[in-house]
Every structure is written in structure tokens, then in C-alpha cells.
């Protein structure tokens, strides 16, 4: 995926166009899309990235490496922000999960990679969900475009979420069937003649019991 994202740069320069770039793992950015040929002027792995849906701004996202570096885009539209979402949260687990798989991590750890995914689109329905309400119970009723955007970038969230939730599933489910089944040893059989004579003891017992309820 690759197009045209408002990144944060400083106070005295403010928003700056850049084109960005999302391929094999890796989110790039350019001044422009004519001097990609000139190199990159930075570049992050998906994988290392907190990918955060602001809470405010419907178009912005914030990416963040624990303890290094906070990265603010801002899309040209609701819609388009979506897309770049979706994109990461999916590479992001698309790759942490080939990665874990080829050191040979077991898939309780991939579910953790998935539950960070469903996280993000969570938010992101949080987020859609309140514009929807919002625009919907709007003084002087709703503005039918814009609410018509919202309830259909609200069904695209559901459908990313739901199949995500039910690549999760598939993870749970292949792993229990892969969990062993204990083999539990027989009791061995005792040998003959102290399992005749148990028996009889415990004829005794019977009868003797008998009697007494007499």
C-alpha cells in the first residue's frame, strides 16, 4: 500500500505531506512520490510499532516505538485513514506470526500478536460507533452523507474485526487439538489367588453385615 500521509514534524513547520510506502514489513517515507528514487528519508518496522487509533481526530494515528520514537499521521479522510489501519494491524500480525513461526514460538504466542489486532479495530469501532450516535441524534437531524460514510466505515471495522476474531478462534481450536491426550496405565490385574481370596473376604463381610442387620 502506498499514498500520501500528513506527518507531524515540529511546532515551527507544523503538518508536512510525505508518501508513504507499506510493503514486505516495512512503513517508509518520502518527501514525495517523484523522489522515491532519491531514497527514503525514514523507515520503521511494522512489527516493532504500537499502532494507536487517536480518540479524537478521525483521521489521525499515532505509531509508536516503546521508548525510541512517536510517529503522528493524519490521513485526508476518515476513509483513508481506515485503509491505512487496517493495513498495518494485518502486516503487523502477518508478520510477527511468520517471524514467531520460523523461531518455532508455540500459538498461544501468535493469539497474543491476534489480540493486539482485535485491540486496534476495537478502537477503532469505539471511535466509529460514537460518530455514528453522534451524527445520528445531531440537532436538526442528521446530515445524511456524512452518516452514510460513518455506517459504512463502521460495517467495514465489523467485518475486519469479525474475521480477525475468527482467525483467532481457529488458532484456539488448532491448538486444542494438538494438545496430547494423557495415556492413562490400566490398574494391573491381581494376581489369582489374592484376588480369590479378597473376594472372599469380602463375602464375609457381606454376610456378616447381613446377620447383624437381622
Same mark, same amino acid.
Given at each position: 500500500?502506498?499514498?500520501?500521509?500528513?506527518?507531524?514534524?515540529?511546532?515551527?513547520?507544523?503538518?508536512?505531506?510525505?508518501?508513504?510506502?507499506?510493503?514486505?514489513?516495512?512503513?517508509?517515507?518520502?518527501?514525495?512520490?517523484?523522489?522515491?528514487?532519491?531514497?527514503?528519508?525514514?523507515?520503521?518496522?511494522?512489527?516493532? =510499532?504500537?499502532?494507536?487509533? *487517536?480518540?479524537?481526530?478521525? /483521521?489521525?494515528?499515532?505509531?509508536?516505538?516503546?521508548? $525510541?520514537?512517536? &510517529?503522528?499521521?493524519?490521513?485526508?479522510?476518515?476513509?483513508?485513514?481506515?485503509?491505512?489501519?487496517?493495513?498495518?494491524?494485518?502486516?503487523?500480525?502477518?508478520?510477527?506470526?511468520?517471524?514467531?513461526?520460523?523461531?518455532?514460538?508455540?500459538?498461544?504466542?501468535?493469539?497474543?500478536?491476534?489480540?493486539?489486532?482485535?485491540?486496534?479495530?476495537?478502537?477503532?469501532?469505539?471511535?466509529?460507533?460514537?460518530?455514528?450516535?453522534?451524527?445520528?441524534?445531531?440537532?436538526?437531524?442528521?446530515?445524511?452523507?456524512? =452518516?452514510?460514510?460513518?455506517? *459504512?466505515?463502521?460495517?467495514? /471495522?465489523?467485518?475486519?474485526?469479525?474475521?480477525?476474531? $475468527?482467525?483467532? &478462534?481457529?488458532?484456539?481450536?488448532?491448538?486444542?487439538?494438538?494438545?496430547?491426550?494423557?495415556?492413562?496405565?490400566?490398574?494391573?490385574?491381581?494376581?489369582?489367588?489374592?484376588?480369590?481370596?479378597?473376594?472372599?473376604?469380602?463375602?464375609?463381610?457381606?454376610?456378616?453385615?447381613?446377620?447383624?442387620?437381622?
Amino acid at each position: 500500500m502506498e499514498g500520501v500521509l500528513w506527518k507531524w514534524t515540529n511546532y515551527w513547520s507544523g503538518w508536512q505531506t510525505r508518501w508513504f510506502i507499506l510493503e514486505n514489513g516495512v512503513l517508509s517515507y518520502y518527501n514525495s512520490q517523484d523522489e522515491v528514487i532519491q531514497g527514503c528519508k525514514g523507515s520503521m518496522k511494522v512489527s516493532a =510499532l504500537e499502532i494507536n487509533v *487517536n480518540p479524537v481526530d478521525s /483521521t489521525r494515528m499515532d505509531l509508536v516505538i516503546p521508548g $525510541e520514537q512517536h &510517529i503522528y499521521l493524519r490521513a485526508a479522510n476518515a476513509q483513508e485513514r481506515q485503509q491505512w489501519l487496517v493495513a498495518l494491524g494485518s502486516t503487523k500480525a502477518c508478520v510477527t506470526t511468520r517471524t514467531r513461526k520460523d523461531s518455532g514460538e508455540n500459538k498461544p504466542d501468535i493469539l497474543k500478536v491476534k489480540k493486539s489486532e482485535l485491540r486496534l479495530y476495537c478502537d477503532l469501532l469505539m471511535q466509529q460507533v460514537h460518530t455514528v450516535k453522534t451524527e445520528a441524534t445531531r440537532e436538526g437531524g442528521p446530515e445524511i452523507r456524512t =452518516l452514510d460514510e460513518a455506517t *459504512n466505515l463502521l460495517g467495514a /471495522t465489523c467485518d475486519t474485526f469479525i474475521k480477525t476474531l $475468527e482467525e483467532c &478462534i481457529h488458532i484456539v481450536n488448532t491448538s486444542l487439538n494438538d494438545v496430547p491426550v494423557p495415556v492413562h496405565s490400566s490398574i494391573p490385574p491381581l494376581p489369582h489367588n489374592q484376588s480369590k481370596s479378597r473376594g472372599n473376604k469380602n463375602a464375609s463381610n457381606i454376610v456378616r453385615s447381613t446377620s447383624i442387620d437381622k
